[in-house]
């Protein structure tokens, strides 16, 4: 089994609730409109969420990540904005296992609950081909579960280079001058669905 195959396998559960009827009234309600209206389209969804206005936070998804290695939960932990993270603890008293014996990559339970805002900013770090493979590929294994129940939401969690539409690393991967890189900066300024 491949690292990718051991990755991917990683998310024990994930939940979502569909509020995006939430998320127009509040939307609504900043324009001093009343009531939620029809439920959105998927271009209003990928508008408001390109957009980043302030109702997408309504948007919630919960998860946990079962054998994340250490030092890779670290990584996510230092995400705090939007996010919640609850860790497995590795303390002696506890476990009953030295944690001084420990390596950085032992397995630990990495729980956490996101909006919407969270997703999108810590996709522009860790789906950055400058990030660490592993942790780049839990954080895909994330996007693509986020991508079974919200494909909308899903389109957004892009690099920063296609977020920015440049690289602004001190030393660029060379993604961003390839033809893969201009469909995939096409496809995440589309507003229409499709």
Same mark, same amino acid.
């Given at each position: 089994?491949?690292?990718?195959?051991?990755?991917?396998?990683?998310?024990?559960?994930?939940?979502?609730?569909?509020?995006?009827?939430?998320?127009?009234?509040?939307?609504?309600?900043?324009?001093?409109?009343?009531?939620?209206?029809?439920?959105?389209?998927?271009?209003?969804?990928?508008?408001?969420?390109?957009?980043?206005?302030?109702?997408?936070?309504?948007?919630?998804?919960?998860?946990?990540?079962?054998?994340?290695?250490?030092?890779?939960?670290?990584?996510?932990?230092?995400?705090?904005?939007?996010?919640?993270?609850?860790?497995?603890? !590795?303390?002696?008293?506890?476990?009953?296992?030295?944690?001084?014996?420990?390596? !950085?990559?032992?397995?630990?339970?990495?729980?956490?609950?996101?909006?919407?805002?969270?997703?999108?900013?810590?996709?522009?770090?860790?789906?950055?081909? !400058?990030?660490?493979?592993?942790?780049?590929?839990?954080?895909?294994?994330?996007?693509?579960?986020?991508?079974?129940?919200?494909?909308?939401?899903?389109?957004?969690?892009?690099?920063?280079?296609?977020?920015?539409?440049?690289?602004?690393?001190?030393?660029?991967?060379?993604?961003?001058?390839?033809?893969?890189?201009?469909?995939?900066?096409?496809?995440?300024?589309q507003k229409e669905a499709?």
């Amino acid at each position: 089994m491949s690292m990718e195959e051991k990755v991917r396998k990683m998310i024990k559960w994930i939940e979502y609730n569909d509020v995006w009827t939430k998320v127009k009234r509040s939307a609504r309600t900043t324009i001093s409109r009343q009531g939620s209206g029809n439920y959105p389209t998927d271009s209003w969804k990928k508008t408001i969420l390109l957009a980043e206005h302030s109702p997408i936070r309504r948007i919630k998804f919960s998860w946990q990540w079962a054998n994340l290695k250490s030092w890779v939960s670290v990584h996510f932990v230092r995400h705090k904005f939007g996010i919640e993270h609850w860790v497995s603890t !590795q303390r002696t008293d506890r476990t009953g296992v030295n944690r001084d014996e420990k390596t !950085q990559d032992a397995p630990v339970l990495h729980e956490c609950e996101a909006n919407a805002q969270a997703l999108i900013f810590i996709s522009r770090r860790r789906l950055c081909n !400058q990030a660490s493979a592993d942790t780049r590929e839990a954080w895909k294994e994330v996007k693509e579960k986020v991508k079974s129940v919200d494909p909308v939401l899903a389109s957004v969690m892009v690099p920063e280079c296609i977020y920015r539409g440049f690289c602004p690393e001190f030393y660029s991967c060379g993604y961003v001058n390839t033809e893969e890189y201009a469909k995939a900066l096409a496809e995440y300024r589309q507003k229409e669905a499709g």
